[in-house]
């Protein structure tokens, strides 16, 4: 498969805990995005790379968080210290394109429950 | 910001009639509008996409138009299957603040269709 791969699924944490996600994007895509989804809405934007180089971050993305994409492939997503407020489904898409005008591809996402 | 309005949230239909979701987008510069299908633990998946320049694409049993004047563009789905059950989300671009312009989806419409 050559879609875009998430893992875990699923992670169930207590507060106050650390926790990492990791996306695999499509190999040749050089655009890779992270985006929270709680239940009922939509997909916000948290933050986006460029190959290796962060471009852009949400404010809805606060300091507990940091995101990572060494080398320009794979990227991990981080959360200290987490809180309630965090449980939610976190998705990664990639893309091959104009940013804001281009095709993303998401992966099946991870589900945070923060207990 | 970029504001989207999607309509209606939830939607029933019997199987073999038509199904019409709505968005409307504030941001005039906006010139990229993509829908995407979303099942139960899946990631969104692009179903199809209209840009600008254009006022209809059609894709098999699914199509899109858009109306530039009135800013509002919407999805048509004709001879609805039960497989076409799933979240809908549309989706345009707007400005970050910080650069560059990002998607932002509308809270999505559950489409239930009936056997």
């Known amino acids: 498969d050559t879609g875009v791969s998430q893992n875990p699924r699923h992670k169930i944490t207590k507060r106050g805990q650390n926790v990492t996600f990791r996306c695999d994007p499509i190999s040749e895509h050089n655009r890779l995005y992270w985006y929270r989804q709680t239940l009922g809405q939509g997909p916000e934007f948290l933050t986006y790379?460029?190959?290796?180089?962060?471009?852009?971050k949400s404010r809805l993305l606060s300091d507990r968080f940091s995101a990572e994409r060494p080398k320009g492939s794979f990227s991990t997503l981080e959360i200290q210290r987490t809180e309630q407020g965090d449980s939610a489904m976190y998705l990664c898409?990639?893309?091959?394109?104009?940013?804001?005008?281009?095709?993303?591809?998401f992966g099946s996402g991870t589900q945070l429950s923060v207990l | 910001g970029e504001n989207v309005e999607q309509h209606p949230s939830t939607l029933s239909v019997q199987e073999g009639d038509s199904a019409v979701i709505k968005c409307t987008y504030s941001d005039s510069a906006s010139n990229y509008f993509p829908w995407y299908k979303q099942e139960l633990g899946k990631g969104p998946q692009l179903i199809i996409d209209?840009?600008?320049?254009?006022g209809e694409k059609k894709d098999q049993r699914i199509a899109v138009t858009l109306n530039k004047t009135a800013k509002h563009f919407s999805l048509h789905i004709t001879e609805t299957q039960p497989e076409d059950s799933a979240v809908y989300f549309c989706a345009a671009p707007a400005y970050s603040g910080a650069g560059s312009y990002q998607l932002t989806f509308g809270k999505g419409t559950k489409l239930s269709v009936i056997p």
């Open positions: 898409a990639s893309s091959l394109g104009r940013v804001g005008g281009e095709k993303l591809f």
């Open positions: 790379f460029q190959n290796e180089a962060q471009l852009e």
């Open positions: 209209i840009r600008s320049n254009v």
